[in-house]
């Protein structure tokens, strides 16, 4: 138990200071017993969030140094990294945005494009 509750403060030292807008590294924090089953990430510290009109898309820039983004919204919204994002009909070629994606790995994408059909806001906490 002393070992658990020492590696537990260790682990805790180790984390970064937050600071509102600058990027945290993304991590998944180990539970007690050091398994991996709840996958809680720490908290974010560079949120940005969108407020959309109905069917107008909006581009979000990609902070510098940012590999990951996690997206939540209070309405459907589409995402596409490469171009401007649409509301989908058919679309067959591969280049249809993402229905409600919860997660990316952005790697090179300097801009993310997010519309949706309703008005509603998109947040993007980011990470590095």
Same mark, same amino acid.
């Given at each position: 138990?002393?070992?658990?509750? &020492? /590696?537990? $403060?260790?682990?805790?030292? /180790?984390?970064?200071?937050?600071?509102?807008?600058?990027?945290?590294?993304?991590? $998944?924090?180990?539970?007690?017993?050091?398994?991996?089953?709840?996958?809680?990430?720490?908290?974010?510290?560079?949120?940005?969030?969108?407020?959309?009109? /109905?069917?107008? &898309?909006?581009?979000?820039?990609?902070? !510098?140094?940012?590999?990951?983004?996690?997206?939540?919204?209070?309405?459907?919204?589409?995402?596409?990294? !490469?171009?401007?994002?649409?509301?989908?009909? #058919?679309? !067959? #070629?591969?280049?249809?945005?993402?229905?409600?994606?919860?997660?990316?790995?952005?790697? #090179?994408?300097?801009?993310?494009?997010? $519309?949706?059909?309703?008005?509603?806001?998109?947040?993007?906490?980011?990470?590095?």
């Amino acid at each position: 138990m002393k070992r658990l509750f &020492a /590696a537990a $403060i260790i682990a805790l030292l /180790a984390l970064p200071a937050l600071a509102a807008g600058t990027l945290n590294t993304f991590k $998944i924090l180990p539970e007690n017993g050091g398994a991996f089953s709840s996958m809680v990430r720490i908290a974010p510290t560079y949120v940005n969030a969108n407020a959309l009109a /109905a069917n107008v &898309a909006e581009s979000q820039t990609v902070p !510098t140094g940012a590999r990951w983004v996690m997206f939540s919204s209070t309405c459907n919204f589409y995402a596409n990294p !490469t171009t401007t994002a649409t509301v989908p009909g #058919d679309t !067959t #070629d591969g280049t249809a945005s993402e229905l409600n994606p919860a997660a990316w790995y952005g790697g #090179d994408v300097t801009t993310i494009s997010i $519309i949706a059909g309703v008005t509603c806001t998109v947040t993007m906490a980011f990470y590095k």
